[in-house]
């Protein structure tokens, strides 16, 4: 018992050290058992790709649909909409929804749908696609001002700068060669009768008639009226002072500028208004256009029109290929600037 406890350390540390060996042996035991029930994964060479597994595959997918599924999805409108708010005539206007025209005559809805700078007080003067029409004159078109292909019509661009209503003289002489198919007409300008009567002309079915009248060194020169020459024919008619019938010619004319006809018998004398115009085309460049009432004259885009009447506020022309009729407005002097600035000294 002395020599035990002489030697108690010793004992102590031996039986610690069987115990951890007896640990030791079951632990490999257990180790060896686990083996035989899991298979290792194959030891893969180096550079081989690493094939994931299914499961861990899956629970990416369904982090990243969660992840997905967080974010603020672009709807069809913004979900905060900054509301455009102008200062005008001293209040605070609503452009998009307010009844008050920024530039009357064009609705604030078209300004803002076509990109337009509602901030440019010229903005109804400017041509931003440069086809030369302004936003105000796309807008009551329903163009794009922003597309030179999207435009009014051209003759929407034209203005009466000048106009001359005259009255056409004419009197039916008769027959020369004694039928219905060639007759002597003399056409006597209303401004000076004395100089251009007797100008007689003879005209067959179909022709326009001409008015003689002067040229720049007082040459005479025959210039084609809308009327035109549509038939003859001998009528019996009974006449009061003889008492008796008699067969005298008459003539058809048309005004080829409105489709109206004139009725003349032999040695009658009839007018018709007669009338000069000077279109001008406002584009930058347009041409000016001076004709009579019936020529016809041709815009750049190749549409043909026919001068039907002028009156001093106005033009009327007819579209030839549809027929439509269209009003030409008065060119207007520009109003004066009477503004004066004022300095202080």
Same mark, same amino acid.
């Given at each position: 018992?002395?020599?035990?406890?002489?030697?108690?350390?010793?004992?102590?540390?031996?039986?610690?050290?069987?115990?951890?060996?007896?640990?030791?042996?079951?632990?490999?035991?257990?180790?060896?058992?686990?083996?035989?029930?899991?298979?290792?994964?194959?030891?893969?060479?180096?550079?081989?790709?690493?094939?994931?597994?299914?499961?861990?595959?899956?629970?990416?997918?369904?982090?990243?649909?969660?992840?997905?599924?967080?974010?603020?999805?672009?709807?069809?409108?913004?979900?905060?909409?900054?509301?455009?708010?102008?200062?005008?005539?001293?209040?605070?206007?609503?452009?998009?929804?307010?009844?008050?025209?920024?530039?009357?005559?064009?609705?604030?809805?078209?300004?803002?749908?076509?990109?337009?700078?509602?901030?440019?007080?010229?903005?109804?003067?400017?041509?931003?696609?440069?086809?030369?029409?302004?936003?105000?004159?796309?807008?009551?078109?329903?163009?794009?001002?922003?597309?030179?292909?999207?435009?009014?019509?051209?003759?929407?661009?034209?203005?009466?700068?000048?106009?001359?209503?005259?009255?056409?003289?004419?009197?039916?002489?008769?027959?020369?060669?004694?039928?219905?198919?060639?007759?002597?007409?003399?056409?006597?300008?209303?401004?000076?009768?004395?100089?251009?009567?007797?100008?007689?002309?003879?005209?067959?079915?179909?022709?326009?008639?001409?008015?003689?009248?002067?040229?720049?060194?007082?040459?005479?020169?025959?210039?084609?009226?809308?009327?035109?020459?549509?038939?003859?024919?001998?009528?019996?008619?009974?006449?009061?002072?003889?008492?008796?019938?008699? *067969?005298? =010619?008459?003539?058809?004319? !048309?005004?080829?500028?409105?489709?109206? @006809?004139? $009725? #003349?018998?032999? &040695? /009658?004398?009839?007018?018709?208004?007669?009338?000069?115009?000077?279109?001008?085309? *406002?584009? =930058?460049?347009?041409?000016? !256009?001076?004709?009579?009432?019936?020529? @016809?004259? $041709? #815009?750049?885009? &190749? /549409?043909?029109?026919?001068?039907?009447?002028?009156?001093?506020?106005?033009?009327?022309?007819?579209?030839?290929?549809?027929?439509?009729?269209?009003?030409?407005?008065?060119?207007?002097?520009?109003?004066?600037?009477?503004?004066?600035?004022?300095?202080?000294?």
């Amino acid at each position: 018992m002395d020599q035990l406890k002489a030697h108690y350390d010793r004992f102590l540390l031996m039986a610690a050290g069987l115990l951890l060996a007896v640990a030791a042996m079951v632990i490999s035991l257990s180790a060896s058992g686990l083996s035989e029930r899991f298979t290792p994964p194959p030891t893969k060479e180096d550079g081989a790709v690493f094939a994931g597994h299914e499961d861990i595959a899956r629970l990416h997918v369904d982090r990243d649909r969660m992840v997905e599924g967080q974010r603020w999805q672009e709807g069809a409108a913004a979900l905060f909409v900054s509301r455009v708010y102008l200062l005008h005539e001293g209040r605070l206007v609503d452009i998009l929804e307010s009844d008050t025209e920024l530039f009357p005559g064009i609705a604030n809805s078209w300004i803002i749908e076509h990109n337009l700078d509602y901030t440019d007080p010229l903005l109804p003067e400017r041509d931003p696609d440069g086809d030369g029409f302004t936003n105000l004159e796309e807008f009551l078109a329903r163009t794009d001002p922003n597309d030179p292909e999207s435009r009014p019509a051209l003759w929407t661009k034209l203005r009466l700068i000048d106009s001359k209503i005259d009255k056409l003289r004419i009197q039916f002489m008769g027959l020369p060669d004694g039928t219905i198919e060639t007759v002597s007409i003399n056409t006597i300008s209303e401004d000076n009768p004395q100089e251009l009567s007797g100008s007689t002309r003879f005209y067959r079915v179909g022709d326009l008639i001409s008015l003689a009248e002067r040229d720049e060194v007082g040459r005479e020169v025959a210039r084609p009226t809308p009327l035109r020459f549509e038939k003859a024919e001998e009528r019996r008619i009974f006449n009061p002072t003889t008492q008796t019938e008699e *067969t005298v =010619p008459f003539i058809t004319l !048309i005004n080829t500028a409105d489709n109206m @006809t004139i $009725e #003349l018998r032999r &040695g /009658e004398v009839r007018d018709s208004p007669y009338s000069l115009a000077t279109l001008q085309d *406002t584009r =930058p460049g347009g041409q000016t !256009i001076e004709l009579r009432s019936g020529e @016809t004259f $041709e #815009l750049v885009d &190749g /549409e043909t029109y026919k001068l039907v009447d002028v009156t001093e506020e106005n033009a009327i022309i007819e579209q030839l290929e549809n027929g439509e009729q269209h009003q030409v407005p008065l060119q207007r002097a520009a109003a004066p600037d009477i503004s004066t600035e004022t300095s202080f000294e």
